[in-house]
């Protein structure tokens, strides 16, 4: 029952964002000529994708795309054993849950990776083979600034972009976990003070003496 509490966190991520992915590419139109204003111009949904890795970085090879889903393949296998591990290991609740969140949006956008290319036929043109080929659904775009970034700013210059990646509800679930810990963290991994620990041992001591 433990371990179905923080592994059903990281289910209940992956069908919330694979429910609203499959709503995007099937209710809106593609761009900006699909694009729905929630609120006022700064946050809309705007249904794109992205063939590579965050911020649509990619590896430059014929089969980049093909490394990276393996390691995101690897990469979920070793999150969820972690999350096993820390459950055993009873650590801070919130931590566990964070690390669930982190697994949830790992293997949400592994889905889109492994499988989009041939179930909604969205990989690129020239890939090699539609599986481990797909391209990631986003959706959630907060429009603060958009324009074009000059040849001399590493790895974007020279392109049309937006300030703010648009994201989707797995790159929030990570976003979200990795956030709670980094800003949490000395709460979810609080030292034992060795005096307080010396204290409960010499308690132990004179009880078990009497």
């Not at 591990?85 to 949400?108: D, N, P």
């Not at 909604?120 to 391209?135: E, K, M, R």
Request: hydrophobic share 50%; charged share 15%; with cysteine.
């Amino acid at each position: 029952m433990k371990y179905l509490k923080y592994f059903g966190i990281a289910l209940a991520v992956i069908i919330l964002d694979q429910v609203v992915k499959l709503l995007v590419h099937y209710q809106m139109d593609f761009g900006t000529p699909g694009q729905i204003k929630i609120f006022g111009d700064w946050f809309k949904l705007h249904y794109t994708t992205n063939p590579g890795m965050a911020f649509g970085m990619q590896l430059g090879s014929e089969y980049g795309k093909l490394i990276l889903t393996s390691f995101r393949l690897v990469a979920m296998f070793g999150i969820g054993y972690y999350l096993y591990y820390i459950i055993e290991k009873k650590m801070h609740v919130g931590y566990i849950i964070c690390i669930a969140m982190i697994l949830g949006g790992a293997i949400g956008n592994l889905i889109d990776s492994v499988f989009y290319g041939v179930f909604l036929n969205n990989a690129p043109y020239n890939a090699v083979t539609p599986w481990f080929h797909g391209q990631v659904v986003d959706m959630f775009y907060i429009d603060i600034w958009e324009g074009y970034i000059p040849e001399w700013v590493p790895l974007w210059g020279g392109s049309y972009t937006a300030l703010w990646p648009i994201f989707n509800i797995a790159d929030a679930s990570i976003f979200a976990g990795v956030a709670i810990i980094l800003v949490f963290q000395s709460r979810f991994f609080k030292e034992e003070d060795p005096e307080a620990e010396d204290e409960i041992q010499k308690q132990f001591i004179e009880e078990n003496k009497e």
